[in-house]
């Protein structure tokens, strides 16, 4: 790609984080523009005229402007011929069913608890409490996700990809979340694995540096 890559963020929450994943993975360094939707920023003029729906992600790249974060995931990673995307069409729609269950269905039961526990309290919002209903529909979530993983390594095949990714970054603030992960040892052998990885490491150190400051 040799026009300049934008990525506009708000680096703590889930959709952004797997773009700080994915990039460190890939190892490369786009320009991120970071942008305080606690503040109010997303709704500003100058960026809803890139994403009208005034939300984060958004990537733009010449006369290319690309929401959604999975969407953007595949786009990074297929152009730089990463195995993140697989080449053969059935792996690749294998991803795509992840990408897509995480978006309709994942995110809905997982997504609320670090953003509630962590990333609200950071922002000066408060702890919103995470009622009976919402921890159901996150044991539910996490139940699934435990037998997809099927004892596995990684999500699709025997390779990490960006299936992998785009779910992790629901976790990284796991610990500070205080999740209840113990009765899901595919889950914590899955997560354990991925956090061996040095663009892992670099991403959580990157947030917990800004959680601290």
Known sequence: M???????????????????????????????????INRGKQRQEAFLALNPDGKVPVL??????????????????????????????EQ?????????????????????????????PYWGVGEPEVDKQQWQAFDKAVSALENILDGSSYLVGN??????????AFFLFHKRANMPLKDYPKLQNWLANLADHDWYISTESYLNEILTN
């Not at 506009?8 to 305080?36: D, R, S």
């Not at 609320?112 to 526990?117: D, G, L, V, Y």
């Not at 390779?159 to 992790?168: M, Q, Y």
């Open 2 to 36: 040799n026009e300049k890559t934008k990525i506009y963020i708000n680096p703590l929450t889930a959709n952004n984080i797997k773009l700080l994943l994915l990039c460190n993975a890939l190892g490369i360094q786009p320009e991120f523009q970071h942008v305080a």
């Open 92 to 120: 690749q729609a294998k991803v795509l069913r992840i990408l897509f269950w995480q978006s309709n269905y994942f995110t809905a039961g997982v997504g609320p608890i670090a953003h509630r526990k962590v990333v609200l």
């Open 159 to 168: 390779e990490l990809s960006i299936a992998d990714i785009s779910l992790l």
């Open 60 to 89: 733009q790249q010449g006369d290319l402007v690309l929401t959604e974060s999975n969407a953007i995931m595949q786009y990074l990673a297929s152009s730089h011929q990463s195995s993140l995307w697989p080449q053969g069409i």
